[in-house]
């Protein structure tokens, strides 16, 4: 089952930054938080991934908690082409998927 | 490089019938995992393969089975196929190491009537 709890929808203005929350309180200490979208039923696309210090590459940035019990997903600058569900992922080496949230970038 | 390549794309079966899904991992991957997509469910973890071994397993009857070969392509098979096995199947490859990320196939739609 998923370790995670995400917000099933969220809307975001093209052009502003889009924030994805997600809990998941009990991590373990050897599991990665890793996120991916999905767009209309193609594969899923790996985003970004960390376990404990943010990270950020040319798709988005990362923010884990000093806790590690949350983090959170910017998409700096969002277009309609960032219009997905967005699943946040704990993993030490198997994947387990939850609901995810339906960002939906508004014009 | 090539990414992970599914076959068929497409499937229509009959109830009761078998099915064989194939997955070509990205080269020098030696971890691919299946997964089940429904409207319903979401997706769904069905098992992982590592190195020719079944690492993980999700919750899924024995009618869901898989295998990999020496070259990491996988395969997996549903036999007695039931209406609700309808789905997108999907793959993923990974270095099956921690702290690498997988990369998925555009899936086979099965569809069972």
């Known amino acids: 089952d998923a370790k995670t709890t995400q917000p099933p929808s969220m809307d975001c203005a093209e052009g502003r930054a889009a924030n994805l929350p997600c809990n998941h309180s009990?991590?373990?200490?050897?599991?990665?938080v890793y996120w991916y979208r999905q767009i209309h039923s193609q594969g899923p696309q790996y985003i970004i991934h960390g376990l404990k210090n943010n990270e950020t590459n040319e798709m988005a940035s990362l923010i884990i908690t000093e806790d590690r019990k949350s983090s959170t997903l910017i998409l700096p600058h969002a277009t309609l082409r960032d219009t997905a569900v967005y699943y946040c992922?704990?993993?030490?080496?198997?994947?387990?998927f939850g609901a995810g949230t339906r960002l939906t970038v508004k014009p | 490089k090539a990414g992970v390549t599914q076959t068929p794309r497409y499937l229509i079966k009959t109830r009761g019938q078998q099915v064989t899904l194939s997955c070509s991992p990205i080269s020098g991957h030696r971890s691919v995992s299946w997964y089940q997509q429904t409207p319903g469910q979401g997706l769904q973890f069905l098992f992982e393969?590592?190195?020719?071994?079944?690492?993980n397993k999700g919750n899924f009857p024995g009618r869901f089975s898989g295998r990999q070969f020496s070259n990491s392509r996988s395969e997996m098979n549903v036999s007695t196929l039931e209406l609700g096995d309808s789905a997108l199947y999907l793959c993923?490859?990974?270095?099956?190491?921690?702290?690498?990320?997988?990369?998925f196939g555009q899936g086979t739609r099965l569809t069972v009537v």
């Open positions: 992922i704990v993993s030490f080496n198997d994947m387990r």
């Open positions: 393969y590592f190195s020719e071994t079944q690492r």
């Open positions: 009990t991590i373990s200490g050897n599991e990665y």
């Open positions: 993923a490859s990974s270095l099956g190491t921690v702290n690498t990320e997988a990369f």
